[in-house]
């Protein structure tokens, strides 16, 4: 009887030992898939991170301004410039920027219409070289206060010298 309590008891021991070695290998593969699905759900999220979206390009968005009088340079022959101003986007971003910073994007237009001379702005290269100095200012304000979103064009509804 004691050789068979013996063969019972190391068949026990093994029992247990062959449980303790397939449980240790099941925590090892669990903690394996655990790791490889936690490292795995980074890199797409790392990469979805590292794409930027582009701004939409929509409709064609028109921002009036209120006219502008300005006097010019004592000097000039000129009294006065008035002009009247219409901002192309097709960023509904930059629309609202545009609308949000109109009072900071009017006095740097009127500072910058002030410092005209009226023998320059005869000329249509004169005006077209105005046109594109008021599209950088307001592209200032944009990339500065705003979305950084692209001014597409300036229009000169109404451009009056005397």
Do not use: C
Not at 138 to 154: E, W
Request: proline share 4%; glycine share 10%.
């Amino acid at each position: 009887m004691a050789d068979t309590d013996e063969i019972e008891e190391g068949g026990g021991g093994k029992k247990k030992l062959i449980l303790l070695i397939v449980g240790a290998l099941l925590l090892v593969g669990i903690s394996v898939g655990v790791t490889l699905m936690l490292l795995g759900g980074d890199e797409p999220a790392a990469e979805a991170e590292a794409v930027v979206e582009e701004p939409v390009k929509g409709d064609p968005v028109y921002i009036e301004l209120k006219p502008f009088t300005v006097n010019l340079d004592p000097q000039d022959p000129v009294g006065f410039l008035q002009v009247d101003i219409q901002i192309l986007t097709y960023f509904s971003e930059v629309s609202e920027d545009l609308e949000k910073h109109k009072p900071l994007i009017r006095n740097n237009l009127t500072v910058l219409f002030g410092q005209q001379r009226s023998a320059d702005l005869r000329s249509v290269e004169g005006k077209e070289a105005l046109q594109n100095k008021v599209r950088e200012t307001i592209q200032q304000v944009v990339d500065k206060y705003g979305s950084g979103g692209q001014v597409d064009n300036v229009f000169f509804n109404n451009f009056v010298m005397q």
